[in-house]
Structures are given as C-alpha cells and as structure tokens.
C-alpha cells in the first residue's frame, strides 16, 4: 500500500512518535542504542527490543532503492493499469468474491465498504495474499530508514511502531517481513497504520495480516471507513470515496486503478 514519500504509494497516517527523536546519523550502532532507551521510555519490554533490535545491521540495498525509485506512477492510467490487472488476475478476483462472499457482507455491512474494492486492493497488493507480500526483515529496513536523516521521525515512528506489534503478540519476529519501507501483510500496511486500523475481525485476539483473511480485508475496510468512506456511494474518480482512498495511496493513477479493477470484477466483462 505504502511506500513512504519513497515516489511510490504515499500514505499518510497520525501515530505517536517516539518520546523524544534520536538524532540521526552518525555510527549505526550508537543509534540504535540511542532509540532502544527511548522505546523503552515508551513503554516497549527490554526482551522485545532485544529480540528486535538486538544486532540489527544497516541496508544499504534499501536506502539505494529508496534513492533510485522515482516515477513508478507517471505512467498514464492507461499504461499503468495494463501492467497491473489483467484476464488472469480479474479472474481470480471474481473467484475470491465467491469464496468469501459471507465474509465480505458481513465487512460491508459494517463498514460499508463494498466487496469488489477490498479484493481490488488485496489483488493490487498481494495478488489476493498469494504472491509477493516483501521478503526484507522490517527491524532493518525501519531501522536503515530510520537512521538516514532525510525522514528519520516519520520512519522512528514506524520502528516504534513495529516494536508494538511484536510486544503486542499480532505477530512474531519471523513474520516481521515486508517491503522496502516496512509495509507488512497481504494489504501492505505500515507498522503504524497495522496499528491505527488493524482489526482482530477472526477473533483469536490477534491482529494477523499476514495469514488472517478476515483480519486482513476488515482492517482494510477500516482504514477506509475511518478516512470518510461513505456507504453506498460512487468510487470513482471526483467522488467522496475516491478522496477516501487518497489513505490508501494518494497517486491518482492508482486509485483509478482500484476503482477500474473493482469495476471489472463485478461488471461481467
């Protein structure tokens, strides 16, 4: 869903941050150092920022990504939208509405978001949980971003945030796998946004959006919801929805695409 102000998905949130920012830069290590007494501060246990931060190295991969990628959506709707839902994928998604068509009423009924949108995010994201959820470790990719100065409270944030989640229980270090600016699970959210709208909608008593399929579509409804969603009403391009979406990704090019993908899914084409 999200690449942070990285040029790709830009998605903005409200979070806490920190008690107080560490300086960036400067050695590595003395940073992390820095930010596990101030995550402790916060409230996180010493065996989970062990555990998590304990060794953790620098990326240089993903601060060379975060620096190259640059334009992903300046293609035309046109051009973007043939590289990201074809026969194949369209298909899938109308299987998907089949298979959990109780679920996705049940989560309109309550958030009103219709079901043809949150599979249309679950195909654009993870290919419906099934294909590429991010294969880097999130305590060092938040922890490489974090320590680069150029947005070192937003992505502090995000590293604190991240820290919660494991002490929470939602998820265990292993899972703790994501993309190159931390997004996480089969919807891509950050560690901030898991979160702010996660929804334990399975009712394990766990957030899991990674492996749970209700949790995963309900938090997603949620985030839209939360961010002005309005019941019954259009989704495309000038409408109160499309504004919505702008929490999901703020690109235009992609929220066309969202909104064109759900319109295949249920239109018979």
């Not at 920012?21 to 062990?50: L, M, N, T």
């Not at 035309?76 to 109308?94: D, L, M, N």
């Not at 997603?220 to 309005?230: I, P, V």
Request: charged share 20%; hydrophobic share 45%.
């Amino acid at each position: 869903m999200l690449a942070l102000a990285l040029g790709l998905t830009v998605f903005v949130f409200v979070f806490a941050a920190p008690a107080r920012a560490v300086q960036c830069g400067g050695d590595f290590q003395g940073f992390i150092a820095a930010f596990s007494r101030e995550a402790a501060a916060d409230g996180i246990s010493p065996s989970v920022i062990s555990q998590a931060l304990g060794g953790v190295a620098q990326d240089a991969g993903v601060l060379a990504f975060d620096r190259r990628q640059r334009g992903t959506f300046n293609k035309s709707f046109e051009q973007y939208v043939a590289t990201r839902v074809g026969a194949g994928r369209i298909k899938t998604g109308r299987a998907m509405l089949q298979r959990h068509a109780s679920l996705l009423a049940r989560i309109e009924r309550q958030y009103g978001v219709p079901p043809q949108v949150l599979v249309a995010i679950w195909g654009l994201e993870s290919d419906f949980g099934v294909g590429d959820m991010g294969k880097l470790p999130v305590f060092r990719v938040l922890a490489t971003m974090a320590h680069d100065c150029r947005r070192t409270e937003l992505f502090q944030r995000e590293l604190l945030a991240a820290l919660q989640i494991v002490q929470r229980g939602d998820l265990g270090l292993r899972d703790m796998i994501g993309a190159y600016a931390g997004e996480i699970g089969q919807t891509q959210f950050l560690p901030s946004s898991y979160i702010k709208y996660g929804v334990d909608y399975d009712g394990n008593g766990h957030v899991d959006l990674r492996h749970s399929v209700p949790d995963v579509l309900a938090s997603t409804a949620n985030l839209l919801k939360t961010n002005g969603w309005q019941a019954g009403g259009s989704y495309e391009e000038g409408s109160a929805n499309f504004d919505a979406m702008r929490e999901w990704n703020r690109a235009t090019v992609y929220r066309k695409t969202i909104a064109y993908f759900a319109d295949r899914l249920v239109d018979g084409r």
